[in-house]
């Protein structure tokens, strides 16, 4: 059983910082690809960032790129994301999630197995 567990969100002004990790039990993790997605309310659930297994290789929406920074610790089953330059628009559940295809960079949220439950993130303006 694969079990993701997202900590790190929190309320922040905008132009700030946010750290999210995932901790991802499981010994296969260092074989996954992970990635980032998020929800606001009344939205659907949006691709924000992907990483392949190896680390070498990432994918980001058009609207966090440049901001935000996916990284993965294989040692530790740790999968972060760094968001900077945070704006309001930014405001939602972010979750983490578990492709058992490890070069996946998907996109679409059908392409994970895994999902954890998702951490408020909130950018007052």
């Known amino acids: 059983q694969v079990q993701l567990v997202e900590s790190g969100g929190g309320l922040v002004q905008a132009g700030g910082s946010l750290r999210l990790s995932c901790a991802v039990s499981g010994r296969t993790f260092s074989s996954y690809a992970m990635g980032w997605f998020r929800q606001a309310p009344g939205k659907e659930r949006e691709f924000v960032a992907a990483?392949?297994?190896?680390?070498?290789?990432?994918s980001y929406a058009s609207s966090v790129k440049g901001r935000f920074t996916i990284s993965r610790d294989n040692a530790q089953n740790t999968v972060d994301l760094q968001m900077n330059s945070l704006k309001p628009e930014d405001t939602a559940v972010y979750y983490c999630?578990?492709?058992?295809?490890?070069?996946?960079?998907?996109?679409?949220?059908?392409?994970?197995?895994?999902w954890g439950q998702g951490t408020q993130v909130t950018v007052s303006s």
């Open positions: 990483i392949r297994w190896s680390g070498g290789s990432t």
């Open positions: 999630a578990a492709d058992r295809a490890a070069l996946g960079l998907g996109v679409r949220a059908g392409a994970y197995d895994y």
